[in-house]
């Protein structure tokens, strides 16, 4: 069975600390996906990031990091230097292999609180 | 730009009407998508679709319907709105496996 489990339900922090979000999954299948999506307060969900089972470098966008390590099927995403914009749900996802599992796996998600 | 569109953004009805929430597509996308999702909370999938004239009902049962005449056009339809079906209402589409674009949502709420 395919599981995504961000155990932190919510963090806050203040303006300007590094928090590293975790993700965690479970998939039997040897090709997958992983994404990031950031849901603001205003309640769009946004695309932040998709990684696929075979590229595990770290992916470094701004203030924004990712860390795949398949050896412990995790996921997790550094913000440094975190403004008060960064505050949101962040969610974790996974999908199936190409053409196979139309439907990404979510995980409960992991409210972010920046405080100035 | 968008390019789900999902209308109305927030929308206040009374019990016992009947309501459809749209969702239109502009990049041809065969997979859509309707999520349920308290602000803030787990995402739950109520319905999708693989392409014309196929839907199939998710994970959480809903009492809304769904339809796909066209590819781009998959509207949700409540036929007696109740207070338990206040909630946001999530669109998506997607083609191949390569995630998804959601609309901005409809926050409905039924008094």
């Known amino acids: 069975a395919q599981k995504v489990t961000q155990a932190q339900t919510e963090i806050s922090v203040v303006e300007k600390e590094d928090v590293t979000l975790d993700c965690v999954y479970e998939?039997?299948?040897?090709?997958?996906?992983l994404f990031w999506y950031k849901q603001p307060p205003s309640g769009e969900l946004v695309f932040l990031i998709r990684?696929?089972?075979?590229d595990e470098q770290n992916e470094i966008s701004g203030r924004y990091s990712w860390n795949f390590q398949k050896s412990t099927s995790s996921f997790n995403f550094t913000i440094t230097a975190s403004q008060v914009v960064d505050s949101a749900v962040y969610f974790c996802?996974?999908?199936?292999?190409?053409?196979?599992?139309?439907?990404?796996?979510w995980g409960a998600g992991t409210k972010l609180i920046i405080k100035p | 730009e968008a390019d789900i569109y999902q209308t109305p953004r927030y929308l206040v009805i009374g019990t016992g009407k009947k309501i459809t929430l749209e969702c239109s597509q502009t990049?041809?996308?065969?997979?859509m998508y309707w999520y349920q999702q308290d602000p803030g909370m787990e995402l739950h999938l109520i319905h999708y679709?693989?392409?014309?004239?196929?839907?199939e009902k998710g994970d959480l049962s809903s009492e809304s319907t769904v339809s796909r005449i066209r590819t781009e056009h998959f509207p949700l339809t409540l036929e007696s709105a109740r207070p338990s079906h206040t909630s946001q209402y999530l669109c998506?589409?997607?083609?191949?496996?390569?995630?998804?674009?959601f609309g901005s949502g409809t926050r409905l709420t039924v008094v």
């Open positions: 998506a589409s997607m083609t191949g496996g390569l995630g998804y674009t």
């Open positions: 990049m041809g996308h065969d997979k």
């Open positions: 679709s693989y392409g014309v004239n196929s839907t």
């Open positions: 998939t039997r299948d040897t090709t997958y996906y």
């Open positions: 990684r696929n089972s075979f």
């Open positions: 996802a996974l999908s199936g292999r190409w053409g196979s599992n139309y439907q990404l796996i």
